[in-house]
C-alpha cells in the first residue's frame, strides 16, 4: 500500500513512535521530529518515569502492529497490591479474581526503544533526533525545529501533522495562544508531587521484595509505590503534598528528617533503601497534573494524540494505555473512510477520531484521579476491602458474569473507558451501600449459590443506579 | 476606622466597584484603575449583556454596603419564565410558589454608576478610567498600566492588588503565563454564542409584552430570552450553535436568511422586532464561555475576585450575584482575622476565603450549565413540566419546608451554592424517578394532606440519594 501523504510526528515517545510504525504500516510517509537524544544511543534521565504499568488496552494496540510477543519478554506480571501497613505487615490484594488478568510492569526505555526499531524498519518511515519543536503554524501546516546539532532552526512542511508531543505538547500551546478558534483547554494539578526513588537489587541480583506485585504504602494523606525492574530493582515513587501534613516536600530538607519520616511511616522499605537520602536529594520533585483540551485537530491540519491530548495522573496505570489505544481508534477511524486524499478528508477522520474517542479520555482521566484517593486512603477501610473481597469471590465464581470497576477499566479491553466508569461507578456504590445496610453478607463460606443471589442483588442495584441518573441527565 | 494599608483595585466594573465601596468603607486607602472611560460620562457599547439578573445574593451584598433601597429602584420583577412556542403561544412558569420571591431585571450601566458614585464619596477611594492594565509583577505587588490619556505607560505600587479585571483578567494571565508557581486553570466554551437583539418600545414608551417575565423561545437545541428594561424596551438574547444545526451563526449571512429562520422559529417576537435585521448584523456573536482556576491569591500579594476568578455562563442568572457575593464572603473572612497589617496577614485571609468560597463558585458555574439545557429542552418536556407543578405546589403549601433547586440556588442566600446544587440535585433526581415511575400523583386537586405525605417521601428519598452518594464517595 502506498500513500502518497505526507505526515509530520512531533515526538517520538511511546505514542509517537507507535503512531509512525502504525502508519509507516499503513503506507504513508512518515516524518518524525523529536527533541531528544536517540534514547537507544544514549542514557537519558528524561524525568519521566522509569517504568509503567502495561495492560490489555496497550496490549491491543500491540497485537494491532504485531508486536505482543516482542513486547511480552519485557513485562515482569503484577497479579495485585500489595499493602504495607506501618509495622511492615502485608497483604496482597489480587487485581482480579481471574487467573489470566494481571497488569505488567515494563520498562518505558525498553518499550520505546522496540517501537522505534519497528518504526525504522519501513524506508517510508524516518525519525530525527535532538529537533526541538518551537512552534507550529497549525493554519499552513507547517512547523518550526530548532535543531541541537548543527544549531540551526528550520520550518517542516507537511500535508498534515500529528503533534504526540507529550504533556507540555507545542502544538496544544500554539492552539492556545494561537486564539484562532474556541480552544476550551484546563490543565489541573494535585497538591501532591511524586519523587522516584529506588530499592536496588541484593549483591546477587535477587528482588529484595516480593516480585509480582505494585507495592503500596497507603498512609492516607500520602503513599509510596514501587514496581519491579528486570535488573532485579524497583522504582519506587513517593505521592506526598507539597506544603500539607506534618511531613511534606517542602519541610523534607535535611537527611535527618527524610530519614525520621521513613522510619516513622515506612520501615519496612527504609530497611530496603540504603541509598534513600541520596535518591531523595540527587530526584526532582514533580508535580502531578490532568490536562483536557479541545477541539484536538484544526481543520484536516494538524492533531494532538496521546498525552499531548490528554496527560492524565498516574494512578490508575494506564497513561501508555490510553495512548496506545488512541492509535487503535485512530486506525479505526482510519478504516472506516477511504484513504484520505485531501484536507478535506483528513478533517472529517480528525473529527470522527475525536467524537468517538473525547468522551473515553476524559473518563480516564477522571478515574485516574478518583484512584488516587481509592490508593492512598480507602485499600486500608473496612468496608473497601470488604467490597474487594466480594468482588474477588464473584469474578472467581462467575468469571463471565462479573468484572468489578477494576476491572471493567484495565482488563475488559472491548469497552470504553466512559461506559467502563459509569458501570464500575454505579456498581461499586451499589455494593458499598447494600454492604452498610447490611443488605449483604460477605461471609468466607458462602456458598455459590448465595453468591450467586448477591450477584443478582447487585446487578439489579447497579441498573436501577444507572436508570436513575439517567433519567436525571446525570450520565452525561 | 482607619487602615494604612494602600489597595490596588484593577477593574472597576460591577465586582471592582463594590469591593473598592466595601473597602472604602472599611477605612483602607483604595485606588482603582479601569481601562474603559467613566461609564457615567460616556455612552458605552462594551459588547457585554445591557441588563442582568439581580437576586438575593446580590442583595445581601447590596444590604452589606447599605444600598438595598437604592438599587431596589432601578429593578423591574420578573416573576416567573414566560414560555412561548413556535406558534405564538405562551405559558408562565413561576420561579418559586412563594409570592415574596421573584428575580428582577437591572441595567448593567445604571447598577454600576450608581456603586462608582457611592465609592467615590469615600475620600480614601480614588477611581482612575482609561487606565488599561497590561501585566501584574505579582511577586514585587506592582502592576503595569498604559494610560490612554497621557499615552504613556506607569508602574502602581500597593501593599496588595485585587483584580475585578473580568473573564480576560490580566493578573490570571500573568499567573499563567509567569509559570511561578502551579496554577490549575480551565476554560470551557460551549458550542453555542450568543447575539444581543432587542424589542423596542411602542412609540407611547410601553412595553410590547409582558413586562414581569423572563421570557423564553425554548426551541431544544437553542434558545432566546428577553428581559424587560426601564424604558419600556427588552434585551433580547438568541443563544445559538456557530456550526450546527439548519440555522447557525455561521450560516445565517444574509437578511434573508436570518428573517426565515425567525419567521419559522419565533414568529411572535418576530412582529415584535422590525429592527432585527439591523440589530442582528450590527451586533457581534459572542462566545460563551466558563473559568475555573486556583490558587485565587499569590501569597499575600495578589487576589482574583469575581469573573476574573470564576467566569461562568448566564443561564442561571447568577454571573453579577455570584461575584457580589464573593465581596460578602471576603467581607467575613476580614472580619474573622484581625485587620490585616503585612502580606502575612493578607495571605491567612487569602487562603481562608478561597478556602471557603471556591467550592460555591465551582458549583454555580457547573450549575449555570446544567440550566442552559434546561431552559433550551426540558422547560418544554412534560415530565419536567409535571415536576415544576408539582413544586409550585410544594412551595406554596410548605413555604417554610420545601425549596426547589431554582429556589435554592436564587433565593436561600444563606445556604452556599454547593449545598444548595447537591441538595437541588438530590431533589430532582428524587422527583423525576418517582413521576417516572408513577409512585406519586400530580393530580390539580390534591389535598394539602396528600401533598404532604408526598412532600414527606420526596424528603426521604433526598436524603436517602445524600447519604447514598456521601458513602460512595461521589459528593466530594
Known sequence: MNNP???????????????????????????????????????????????LAFSNRGNKAMKLVGMEDKVKKLCIPMNGRMIHDTQGNTFLSNYSGREHEYINSISRGDLNALLLDEAEKHENVNIYFNRKCQSVDFENTTAKFYDYESKTDFVEDADVIFATDGAGSILRKS?????????????????????????????????????????????????????????????????????EGDYNFNNLTSPETVTEFFEKEFPDALKLMPNLVDDFFKNPTSPLGTVKCSPWHFKGNTLLMGDAAHAIVPFYGQGMNASFEDVVEFDAVLNEYKNPKSKHDWETIFKAYEQ???KDTDAIADLAIDNFHEMKEHVNHDLFKEKRHLEMA??????????????????????GYKDAMLKGRAQDKAILNMLADGDISTALDMTKMELKTILDRINSETQKILDEDNLAGLNK
Open 356 to 358: 468517538n474517542r473525547k
Open 394 to 415: 464473584l469474578e472467581k465464581h462467575f468469571p463471565k458474569e462479573y468484572a468489578s470497576k477494576y476491572s471493567l477499566v484495565t482488563f475488559n479491553e472491548h469497552m
Open 175 to 243: 492552539y492556545f495562544l494561537g486564539k484562532k478558534f474556541l480552544f476550551s483547554f484546563s490543565q489541573d494539578y494535585l497538591s501532591h508531587g511524586y519523587k522516584e526513588l529506588s530499592i536496588l537489587p541484593t549483591e546477587t541480583g535477587e528482588y529484595k521484595t516480593y516480585k509480582n506485585a505494585l507495592h503500596i504504602w497507603p498512609r492516607g494523606s500520602f503513599m509510596m509505590i514501587a514496581l519491579p525492574n528486570l535488573d532485579g530493582s524497583f522504582t519506587v515513587t513517593l505521592f506526598l503534598s507539597y506544603d
Open 5 to 51: 501523504q505526507n505526515i509530520l510526528i512531533i515526538g517520538a515517545g511511546l505514542c509517537g513512535s507507535l503512531l509512525a510504525l502504525r502508519l509507516g504500516q499503513r503506507g504513508y510517509r512518515v516524518t518524525v521530529m523529536e527533541k531528544r537524544p536517540d534514547l537507544r544511543k544514549v542514557e537519558i534521565s528524561a524525568g519521566r518515569s522509569i517504568n
